[in-house]
């Protein structure tokens, strides 16, 4: 792939196929679920984990910008951050912003909570049930059920909202979120001087993550 | 900006929507007696204990057939208490025990407004819960996940159209 050489690297492959894989898998499981495709929405809702703790992972290990340590910040830096926004021109982040990270730990958070409630929810006739819902009781896996489901609203607001602030950094700041999460780069003159940063993917990492990733998926099935 | 108007007005139609009460609660009734001299309420706490208890020996069932060596011993026992209570429900819901009761309950009014129809999803369920036993009682892992199957069929079948969803 040839690219302007003005053009930096905001997000790493990993981040963007986790992201999109995700966007995929969202609506799969909804609708696995709501047919009663129960065993096509249990190989799903595993792929889910395993992305779930790459992503975990590459929140320690990975590329610069996909690190939990250079986005998660405390309210002065949000707030200084919601009051650099008023001024024109905006300029991007070259990562997530420190109000975006707000909706980045929300959303992992949520989709770890639905994932993990999966994994022991039981049906209400005891036919269908996750892969550890024999550690648990009917009663116990009927309520984990319940929290699936709640979890699943929560996560579409969030999922709403994720929309609607990238629908606005476009209309009102007149920023193209979307284009990076596909291409993975932004133009320069566009970024933070901070973009001098590499956002490559490190070989021997990414076969350890993979390696983690992997590890759940298959234990909760033996 | 007229784009983001409009996908705030729609986000507010969206949230209204949800918020409305789609069911007028009736009067409660639970302590009015029924027939068989058990109150609406006792009536309808009995079958959803017994129905849970299904549920429950369901997935014991189902777990163990997860596993690659089966507790034979504990299907038996689960397939048995099935089949007790499949010759109960017949006797589960008198006239008068759905949600018009001011009861909780996800009794659909359609078991009473199609008699014919319920007592024939209870006569499957009936069967295939006997046949169910009979499989778990013999031992044979296949027969019992053939007969397990056709029994969960027979929930499903009854609750598609005598239950409210519950979601």
């Known amino acids: ?222 | 900006m007229k784009i983001q108007t409009l996908g705030l007005a729609s986000l507010c139609v969206i949230l209204a929507s949800c918020g409305g009460a789609d069911t007028e609660s009736a009067e409660y009734r639970g302590d009015e007696e029924l027939p068989n001299g058990m109150t609406i309420s006792e009536m309808i706490e009995t079958r959803q204990d017994g129905l849970e208890d299904v549920g429950g020996s369901f997935k014991t069932i189902s777990d163990e057939l997860k596993k690659g060596d089966p507790n034979v011993a504990d299907i038996q026992t689960a397939a048995a208490n099935v089949e007790a209570h499949s010759q109960e429900i017949g006797d589960w819901f008198p006239e008068g025990t759905g949600a018009d009761s001011g009861v909780e309950t996800e009794a659909l009014d359609s078991i009473w407004e199609d008699p014919e129809g319920f007592e024939a999803a209870i006569t499957k369920f009936e069967t295939a819960a006997g046949e169910l036993n009979t499989a778990a009682q013999s031992g044979d892992v296949e027969a019992i996940q053939a007969a397990f199957e056709t029994a969960g069929g027979t929930c499903k079948n009854c609750h598609d159209s005598y239950r409210a969803d519950d979601d």
């Open chain 1, 1 to 222: 792939m040839t690219t302007p050489a003005k053009d930096v690297l905001v997000w790493d492959w990993t981040i963007r196929l986790f992201h999109w894989v995700t966007v995929g898998l969202i609506p799969a499981l909804w609708w696995t679920a709501e047919e009663g495709h129960m065993a096509w929405h249990a190989r799903l809702g595993l792929t889910l984990l395993g992305l779930l703790v790459f992503r975990l992972y590459w929140g320690v290990f990975g590329s610069p910008t996909a690190r939990f340590s250079s986005f998660v910040k405390g309210p002065s830096a949000i707030l200084a951050y919601a009051r650099s926004s008023l001024r024109r021109p905006y300029v991007p982040s070259t990562g997530h912003n420190p109000l975006g990270a707000l909706s980045v730990v929300a959303l992992l958070g949520l989709l770890v909570a639905q994932v993990s409630f999966g994994l022991f929810a039981v049906d209400v006739d005891g036919l269908e049930s996750g892969p550890l819902s024999s550690l648990v009781d009917f009663k116990t896996g009927r309520q984990f059920a319940e929290w699936h489901e709640f979890t699943f609203e929560l996560l579409l607001w969030m999922i709403g909202l994720h929309v609607l602030a990238v629908l606005g950094y476009w209309l009102v700041l007149k920023t193209n979120l979307v284009r990076p999460m596909v291409t993975g780069r932004r133009p320069a003159e566009t970024a933070t001087p901070e973009t001098a940063t590499r956002n490559g993917v490190s070989l021997p990492r990414l076969v350890i993550g993979v390696a983690l990733a992997g590890l759940p998926v298959f234990a909760v099935q033996l």
